[in-house]
């Protein structure tokens, strides 16, 4: 299977109090992250499914990638925390390419659990706003491999 590891689009600083999962994405996130989407089309990737945080700034870049995916995203809270085995098996469920909309640092510690096994070494990676991890193979630890990482700026140049 295929999986792509997403992380959401350049949000908008919390103001005092607000509540961190209502951050909204900012006009420079959406522009950017069309452009991503353009890209992803000129590589000629699309998605079975679209898991995502339901912080609105992971949903709202979810809902931008639907020109390339075949559903409406699916909201779980098992991108809102560490990976754990009940999200390996959620996006194992269906064997179809699966992309993941989230946040850092948790994001970079999924790849790095199904690329290498542990999760420990989520720091290896830096994934940009708006970047994609690009993974291929089975959804359990160490079972994947990293076939590119695709940060924005990549994405903006192929557009």
Known sequence: MQLYVIRHAIAEDAAPGQDDTTRELTSKGKKQLKKVVKGLRKLDIGFDRILTSPWARAVHTAELLEPICKVEPIETMLLCASPRSDLLAQIAELNEDTAVVGHEPWLSELVAWLAFGDTKHGE????????????????????????????????????
């Not at 491999?145 to 557009?159: G, I, T, Y």
């Open 124 to 159: 290896a990676f830096q994934l940009k706003k708006a970047g994609v991890f690009w993974l291929e193979g089975s959804p359990i630890p160490g079972g994947m491999s990293v076939k590119a990482m695709l940060p924005p700026k990549l994405m903006e140049k192929l557009a």
